[in-house]
C-alpha cells in the first residue's frame, strides 16, 4: 500500500504519528490517484461580466475537477478555503450531510490529498468545521499536510441571539483549521492596531514616538551567572565605567552582547539617565526604540466580529429571493478576515466546496483571482446569479467596507469525459493543449501555463531536458510528414526551436522513425503515445 508523503517525510525523520483508521481507509488514501484525468469544458454562453479567463466558476464533481486543475494549478494556489459538509447527523434542503462517519472519512480524504498538491509552498488551507468531525477532520490533516504544518484554530461565533431549542448547551461556535503547505515560507498579514502607539509615550521634536529600554537584563534569566560573556564594562558619561546591577546589587547582565553594545556607543545610540541606587545617584543606559510608522499585530484566534450565520443567511436572501437559502453560509466578513490574512491582491484563492459562492463573491470585490467548485444546479441556480450579482456592483456583504463598485468577469466551465479510457488509451476527442498540460505535468510535477492555442510541439525547459509532443497534426496533418511521427526531419525543426540547448529532449509522439543509434547520438529518449502516457 503506497504511503502519504506527508506519512513519508515524518517516518524518515523518525517520529510516530498516531494516525486514524476505517474500513475503507486502505482504499481511500490512494483514491485520488485513481481519478480519472478529465477535461474542462468551457460554456461561454454561461461566462460572466467580461469573461476573465483569471476567474474560474467549475460545475462538477469536486474530486474530478480538483484532478482536472493540476495540470494547470499545481502549486499556485495561494489560499485554499473550504467549507465541506459537516456530517452532523441531519438532512439539509441542499445536500444530504447525514454521512456514515467513515463514508465522510472517505470522502474528505482524497480530496484533501488534491488541495495539497495545488497549493503554492507560501500558501495556506484553511477548513471550516464544527465539534462533529472536527477533531477527526485535525487528524487527518496532521497527516496530510504534516503536523508540524499546523498554523492555528480560530473560532468564529456563529449565532449571536439567544437560542431557545432544546439543546442543553447552545452550539454557538464553530472552527477554521489552519495549515500551511510550508510553514518555513508561509505568510500571513498581521493587523493593524493604532491602539499599540500607546506603549510609545516618548515624542521627539519632529513628532516621532519612542521608548527608552534598560539596557539592563530584567527578569528571567537576569543574572550575571545566566550569561557571564554580557556582564561587562560601559564607560558612562563621565568616563566611570558602568556595570549591569539590579537596586538590590546583585550583578546582572546586559540585554546585548558586547558588539552590539559596541556598535550603539559608536553611533552614539546609548540614552544615559540618571537614576538612584540604595541612596547614590548613577548613570543607567537605555535604548531608544521608535514606534513602527503603521503598527501591527497578529490577528486573535477568537473572532467575534465577522457577522453571523443569521446575518449572512439575510444578505443571501436579498441576492437570490427566487431560491433556497443555505442553512451553512458563511458570511463574507468572515472569509474577508481569511483572505485579508492570507492572501494579497491578484493571489489566486480556491475553495472547492463553493455552495452559494460566497468565497468567490468575497475574493472577487477583493481583487483576487478565484476558482470556485459546485457540484449538481447549485452552480448555475446559486454560485452564478451570486456572482453576476456582485459584478453588477452589489453593495452587501463587504462590498462598502472595502468600496465595491462592480466589474470583471469569469469563465464558466462543467467537466468533460476522461482524458483515457478503461485500458488507457487517449480518448480521441482530445486536443493536443490538454495532452501537453498533462504530459508536462506528468514528466516535471509542474502546471502548464494557460493560454492561447499552442502553435509548437515544444513545450518546454525543466531542469535541463526538453520535453515535446507530436500529437493531433500540431505541425500539419496525420501522416508521417506530418507531424505525428518523429522523423529525422521533425527531431531536426524540433532541435532547432532550441538552438542553444545541448541537454536531452524527451519526445512523445505515435510512431519513431529515427534509427536508434541517432536517438542516442542526439541524447533523445521516444515515449510512444498512447502507451508512454501516463494515464493517472
Not at 494516525?19 to 480519472?36: C, F, G, Q
Not at 432544546?166 to 472552527?175: F, K, M, N
Not at 510553514?183 to 500571513?188: G, K, N
Not at 498533462?438 to 493560454?451: L, N, V
Request: with cysteine; aromatic share 8%.
Amino acid at each position: 500500500m503506497a504511503v502519504p508523503r506527508a506519512i513519508a517525510r515524518l517516518q524518515d525523520k523518525g517520529w510516530i504519528l498516531p494516525i486514524l483508521d476505517w474500513m475503507s481507509r486502505s482504499e481511500d488514501i490512494v483514491a485520488a490517484a485513481k481519478v480519472p484525468y478529465r477535461m474542462l469544458e468551457a460554456l461561454p454562453e454561461l461566462d460572466g461580466g467580461d469573461g476573465d479567463p483569471a476567474n474560474m466558476l467549475i460545475k462538477g464533481d469536486n474530486l474530478d475537477a480538483l484532478k482536472a486543475l493540476l495540470p494547470f494549478y499545481a502549486g499556485r494556489v495561494k489560499c485554499i478555503y473550504i467549507d465541506p459538509p459537516y456530517n452532523t447527523r441531519s438532512a439539509f434542503g441542499h445536500y444530504d450531510d447525514n454521512l456514515e462517519h467513515a463514508k465522510w472519512l472517505s470522502m474528505v480524504y482524497p480530496r484533501l490529498v488534491l488541495l495539497r498538491e495545488l497549493l503554492a509552498d507560501d500558501g495556506s488551507i484553511w477548513v471550516s468545521i464544527d465539534d462533529h468531525e472536527g477533531h477527526y477532520l485535525k487528524v487527518i490533516l496532521d497527516e496530510i499536510f504534516g503536523r508540524a504544518s499546523y498554523i492555528t484554530s480560530f473560532v468564529w461565533q456563529k449565532v449571536d441571539s439567544p437560542n431557545e431549542n432544546q439543546s442543553r448547551i447552545t452550539p454557538d461556535h464553530e472552527y477554521v483549521h489552519v495549515y500551511g503547505k510550508d510553514v518555513a515560507v508561509s505568510q500571513f498579514a498581521r493587523k493593524s492596531d493604532l491602539g499599540l502607539l500607546n506603549a510609545y509615550p516618548g515624542k521627539t521634536e519632529d513628532g516621532r514616538r519612542y521608548r527608552d529600554r534598560l539596557l539592563k537584563k530584567n527578569g528571567k534569566a537576569s543574572l550575571r551567572t545566566d550569561r557571564p560573556s554580557m556582564y561587562f564594562e560601559i564607560e558612562g558619561p563621565d568616563g566611570e565605567p558602568v556595570l549591569p546591577i539590579h537596586d538590590d546589587g546583585r550583578e546582572a547582565r546586559w540585554s546585548l552582547g558586547r558588539a552590539k553594545v559596541e556598535a550603539l556607543v559608536a553611533e552614539g545610540q546609548l540614552i544615559w539617565k540618571l537614576r538612584e541606587r540604595q541612596g547614590t545617584e548613577v548613570w543607567v543606559p537605555y535604548t531608544r526604540e521608535y514606534a513602527p510608522e503603521n503598527p501591527t499585530r497578529p490577528h486573535a484566534t477568537i473572532l467575534l466580529d465577522v457577522k453571523t450565520s443569521r446575518q449572512a443567511k439575510a444578505h443571501q436572501r436579498s441576492l437570490l429571493p427566487d431560491v433556497d437559502v443555505f442553512d451553512t453560509v458563511k458570511p463574507e466578513q468572515l472569509i474577508e478576515r481569511i483572505l485579508d490574512i492570507a492572501s494579497e491582491p491578484h493571489d489566486l484563492v480556491l475553495d472547492s466546496f463553493l455552495g452559494s459562492g460566497t468565497t468567490a463573491a468575497v475574493a472577487h470585490k477583493m481583487g483576487r483571482q478565484w476558482i470556485g467548485i459546485e457540484t449538481g444546479d447549485h452552480a448555475e441556480t446559486h454560485c452564478k446569479p451570486r456572482l453576476d450579482n456582485v459584478i453588477d456592483g452589489e453593495q452587501g456583504g463587504i462590498s462598502e467596507a472595502v468600496g465595491w463598485q462592480g466589474g470583471g468577469g469569469y469563465r464558466y466551465y462543467c467537466l468533460g469525459p476522461p482524458a483515457f479510457d478503461a485500458t488507457g488509451r487517449i480518448e480521441p476527442d482530445i486536443g493536443f493543449d490538454a495532452l501537453a498540460a498533462h504530459i508536462w505535468f506528468a514528466e516535471t510535477g509542474q502546471p502548464a501555463a494557460r493560454g492561447e492555442a499552442a502553435t509548437s510541439p515544444v513545450l518546454g525547459l525543466h531542469d535541463g531536458t526538453a520535453y515535446a509532443l507530436l500529437y493531433n497534426g500540431i505541425l500539419g496533418d496525420r501522416r508521417p510528414e506530418g507531424g505525428n511521427v518523429l522523423t529525422p526531419p521533425i527531431l531536426a525543426d524540433l532541435k532547432a526551436e532550441l538552438p542553444d540547448h545541448d541537454g536531452p529532449w524527451v519526445i512523445y509522439g505515435e510512431a519513431c522513425k529515427v534509427p536508434p543509434a541517432r536517438l542516442k547520438a542526439g541524447n533523445v529518449t521516444f515515449k510512444q503515445t498512447p502507451y508512454d502516457v501516463k494515464a493517472r
